[in-house]
């Protein structure tokens, strides 16, 4: 069965006599004066955003801040800084994952989760092996909490730290010089 031109996949129609404005017809990329949420648009569009204009002030890092210590330093901070992205620094050297040494950490990023740390950032022994058991660890972190994690190493590690975050082992990584 054919159907009439212009619907299905296959019709010849044709266009109306308002070619090219229709539902399907051209739109604009640019934004003009005229459109709402370019500016001159509609009332509450344009201007200074409601919520300021200056970014929050994460002492130098990048989108968070790193907090030394454990829940009762990052449930401070937490007070302080209720809308900011906090990150717990862990100093770890577990050479396996599931050993139980690293479930004691698992342990630990519960309780830094519960006191409301979004993240944490493991630190441990310089050397490859030890980044790679970061990553290994970082990737458990990852999957059994709902904590982001950061992996530190030195700027000779770029390789694997890359790996890393393509694997889905870390969410960010922190290179030190």
Not at 99 to 114: G, H, M, N, Q, T
């Amino acid at each position: 069965m054919r159907l009439p031109g212009g619907r299905g996949s296959r019709g010849g129609g044709r266009r109306g006599k308002n070619e090219g404005t229709g539902r399907h017809g051209r739109t604009s990329l640019v934004g003009g004066a005229g459109q709402p949420g370019y500016g001159g648009g509609q009332a509450g569009y344009g201007g200074q955003p409601r919520y300021g204009t200056g970014q929050p002030d994460y002492d130098g890092q990048p989108g968070y801040r790193e907090v030394q210590g454990g829940p009762v330093a990052v449930s401070a901070l937490r007070a302080a800084h209720p809308d900011e992205a906090l990150v717990a620094v862990l100093g770890t050297d577990t050479d396996d994952p599931w050993s139980p040494a690293a479930d004691k950490v698992l342990d630990r990023c519960f309780a830094l989760a519960e006191a409301g740390a979004n993240g944490v950032r493991l630190e441990g022994r310089p050397g490859r092996p030890a980044l790679l058991d970061r990553l290994a660890l970082a990737e458990r972190i990852r999957r059994q909490t709902k904590l982001f994690t950061v992996v530190g190493a030195a700027a000779g590690h770029i390789d694997d730290l890359v790996d890393g975050i393509v694997a889905g082992r870390a969410d960010l990584v922190a290179i030190s010089d």
